[in-house]
């Protein structure tokens, strides 16, 4: 990967990858020792020196976040985010299949450092074999004396259980998550309390992505310095990235923070750019729910910050789809609306009412059959169901929103051209879909 020595994917493809022995050759748990020599404070100090942003999707800085614990506390729970069901997201899951081991090790340092001595990996359904990998993992780390009773001589006690999902896009909101643990349905809580004060099981609880965690032991090991040389600004340390759509060399790629969407879609180290050389029309960029750019915002920084000045809501989960020139733009906007619809909880008014709403216009229009103030009516609705506007519980309206408003703002003339024109056979299959 040109000058980019990959840090969290540097044992894919290597055989075993997914074993102790390998993540040991290869200096693994190194950092978990390291941190185990330091007070809890110490290793929070020194991931807030690296300013490890989240890599869930809200890039709020992990150290800070563990801080937000009261000081007083007797129990801590960690959970670890692993539901990933973000519109075209996949690094979690690559990362928990290529090296287990290196997520068990975050896990470690985060345990440690927030005294935490139970830790909660929520896994997606979805994610069978990823299960089964893990648990291996797991129970390697047990008998090896990694976890257990003793954490490496320490005197730091951690049992770590995985717990699968049911398969719903708002357990990854990290209350519905936290309900959804607890063994109840998975309606995010409202807020206050926050997890940090009253979380799982009434206790204070702090919840982090798999990838961020998986960056703690490189963080302990090489140091924070090391950490802010990667990227620029604000946005620094490793980061995976995902690409979808017809590019020629789809997948997960790590890099840094400062490289732009047109190099992750046309570089030799990643996207190696599109399928027959056809245009790019549109892309989101951080998944569905960050919001879309058109082919000519490539020069994007694929940052924390950059983003905003595109309109959208953040870098989120950093997972690009790429639509070619070749789609109606129309067939987006009804795939886009149509999943917020089926995963709005239905807690709130505004998100259930709002999503379903923009789903039907949007159908309207798929089959043809739109008219032009419904593309005002869609930017009407999507501004006022989010919790921006302070209407709803959680963020899922926030991020079905920016979509939908930017679809309709940026490719608002294809829109208008295809107005009252039917399409053939468009009509039925639409309906098929919702009925
Ligand atoms: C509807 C919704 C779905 C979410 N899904 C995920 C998810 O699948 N994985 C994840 O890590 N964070 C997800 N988040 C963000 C979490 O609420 C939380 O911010 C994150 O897990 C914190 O981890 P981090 O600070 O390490 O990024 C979601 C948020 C919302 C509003
Ligand atoms: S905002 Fe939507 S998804 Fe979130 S709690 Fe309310 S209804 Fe459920």
């Known amino acids: 990967m040109g000058s980019y020595e990959p840090v969290l994917l ?79 997201t996949f690094s979690n899951r690559v990362l928990m299949e290529s090296d287990p081991h290196m997520l068990i090790e975050g896990i470690i340092i985060a345990a440690y450092a927030t005294r935490s001595q139970v830790a909660y990996v929520y896994l997606r359904v979805e994610f069978h074999e990823q299960f089964h990998i893990l648990q291996l993992a797991i129970d390697e780390a047990y008998a090896a004396g990694l976890l257990g009773k003793d954490v490496l001589g320490s005197g730091f006690d951690l049992d770590v259980y995985v717990h699968r999902g049911a398969g719903a896009y708002v357990c990854g909101e990290e209350t519905g998550l936290i309900e959804s643990l607890e063994g109840k349905r998975g309606w995010p809580r409202i807020k206050p309390p926050f997890p940090a004060v009253e979380g799982a099981f009434g206790l204070p609880t702090v919840v982090n992505n798999v990838e961020t965690l998986a960056n703690l032991p490189h963080i302990m090991t090489r140091g924070a310095d090391w950490f802010q040389s990667i990227g620029a600004g604000s946005s620094t340390g490793p980061k995976l990235f995902c690409l979808s759509g017809p590019v020629n060399r789809p997948g997960c790629f790590e890099g840094a923070m400062d490289m732009t969407c047109e190099e992750l879609i046309y570089g030799d180290d990643y996207g190696r750019g599109m399928v027959d050389d056809v245009g790019v029309k549109a892309v989101f960029p951080g998944g569905i729910s960050m919001g879309v750019l058109t082919g000519d915002e490539l020069g994007m920084k694929m940052d924390f910050d950059d983003p905003r000045n595109f309109g959208l809501l953040g870098l989120g989960t950093a997972a690009a789809v790429v639509v070619d020139v070749e789609t109606d733009m129309r067939d987006v906007l009804l795939n886009v609306s149509r999943f917020y619809s089926h995963e709005s909880c239905g807690q709130c008014t505004q998100c259930r009412e709002g999503t379903s709403w923009m789903y039907r216009i949007a159908s309207r229009i ?5 008219r032009i103030e419904d593309l005002d009516l869609l930017e009407q609705v999507s501004g006022r169901m989010g919790m921006m506007p302070g209407y709803s519980i959680c963020g899922l309206p926030d991020g079905a929103a920016f979509p939908i408003r930017g679809l309709v703002q940026k490719f608002r003339t294809e829109y208008e051209e295809h107005m009252g024109r039917q399409r053939d056979g468009r009509a039925e299959a639409v309906l098929r879909v919702l009925n």
């Open 10 to 88: 540097k044992n894919r493809g290597v055989e075993g990858s997914c074993t102790l022995k390998v993540h040991r050759a290869g200096g693994g748990y190194a950092g978990a020792e390291k941190a185990l020599k330091l007070s809890s404070d110490e290793v929070i100090e020194e991931v807030k020196k690296a300013n490890l942003r989240g890599r869930g999707g809200a890039g709020f800085p992990a150290g800070v976040k563990w801080s937000f614990l009261p000081k007083d506390r007797e129990k801590t729970i960690l959970c670890v985010n692993g539901d990933e069901s973000e519109p075209p």
């Open 366 to 370: 798929a089959m043809g059959a739109g």
